[in-house]
């Protein structure tokens, strides 16, 4: 069974970074791209970057590059998506999601919720 | 950057009634488009890619049609389930990929 299972629920300052993780089961991690999208708090979705374990190839949505960092380490089956210098817009539930294609994903983490306030 | 805007944003529909979603791009993606369903507290689903393939497991009543600026998601037949905000994702310019800004549908 494919399943994705995230870190828990964040809480930083402004200014701050943190680090989010999706820990894979149930299929070669390497093989398939993991995309983060994120949904702002009664708001719609923004789609963050991908990464293909394989060999890391990483690419980010133009407005979000510089401000998160998309990793993965095969031997622990985990992608990870870093948020750097954290503003209140960063506020968000945060989404992995596997993509067989770069198209479209099928499956997906339940969530990892971020908060962030002085 | 692709800016998607959907209409409208909000419906009001009673149980098996017939829904029609639009989505517009402001430029061409061909047919780069899909449709996710979102409700709270739940992950985003895919219901729809390459314009008009239903993703593994949507029920046939979920349906998407065009190409090049203008989409559309129909529901043939409006479950209880499906009171949900939807939205299109162009990918044809990826990874510079784009959401609309959603519809939600509720119950009339």
């Known amino acids: 069974e494919v399943q994705l299972v995230q870190s828990g629920t964040e809480v930083r300052k402004p200014g701050e970074s943190l680090k989010i993780s999706c820990r894979t089961s149930g299929y070669g991690f390497s093989a398939f791209w993991i995309g983060w999208v994120r949904q702002l708090p009664g708001k719609g979705l923004e789609w963050l970057g991908i990464?293909?374990?394989?060999?890391?190839?990483?690419r980010y949505n133009p407005p979000f590059q510089g401000h998160v960092t998309i990793s993965a380490d095969t031997s622990i089956s985990t992608a990870f998506l870093r948020l750097n210098t954290l503003t209140a817009s960063d506020s968000a539930i945060y989404y992995c999601?596997?993509?067989?294609?770069?198209?479209?994903?099928?499956?997906w983490g339940q969530g990892t919720q971020v908060i962030v306030s002085s | 950057e692709i800016v998607m805007t959907q209409s409208p944003a909000t419906l009001s529909v009673s149980p098996g009634e017939r829904v029609t979603l639009s989505c517009r791009a402001s430029?061409?993606?061909?047919?780069?488009l899909a449709w996710y369903q979102k409700k709270p507290g739940q992950a985003p689903r895919v219901l729809i890619y390459?314009?008009?393939t239903r993703a593994t497991g949507i029920p046939a009543r979920f349906s998407g049609s065009g190409s090049g600026t203008d989409f559309t998601l129909t529901i043939s037949s409006l479950q209880s389930e499906d009171f949900a905000v939807y939205y299109c994702?162009?990918?044809?310019?990826?990874?510079?990929?784009?959401f609309g800004q959603g519809t939600k549908v509720d119950i009339k």
């Open positions: 390459g314009a008009s």
């Open positions: 990464i293909l374990p394989a060999d890391s190839d990483v």
């Open positions: 999601a596997r993509y067989p294609t770069t198209d479209s994903p099928d499956f």
């Open positions: 994702q162009q990918y044809d310019n990826w990874p510079s990929v784009t």
């Open positions: 430029q061409s993606v061909s047919i780069s």
